[in-house]
């Protein structure tokens, strides 16, 4: 898969698992900066990022507010 408008330059080919166990930074737009901020939640991986759960509870009462039209 193409990963290329997801992930900075130096990650686009890399596996979904690589990308997975990647700092948040390789996602596009994120610094270390970034990182470092997450860190202080726990968060060092995109993995944990994607499965934090106020990012899942977030993303699940967006996808439920569409159904509130």
């Known amino acids: 898969m193409n990963f290329g408008k997801l992930v900075d330059k130096a990650w686009e080919d890399k596996t979904a698992e690589e990308i997975l166990a990647a700092p948040p930074s390789a996602l ?7 990182d470092e901020k997450l860190a202080e939640f726990g968060i060092k991986t995109i993995g944990q990022l994607a499965n934090w759960k106020y990012a899942r509870r977030a993303r699940a009462l967006a996808d439920l507010a569409d159904t509130d039209k």
């Open 28 to 34: 596009e737009g994120l610094t270390p900066a970034h």
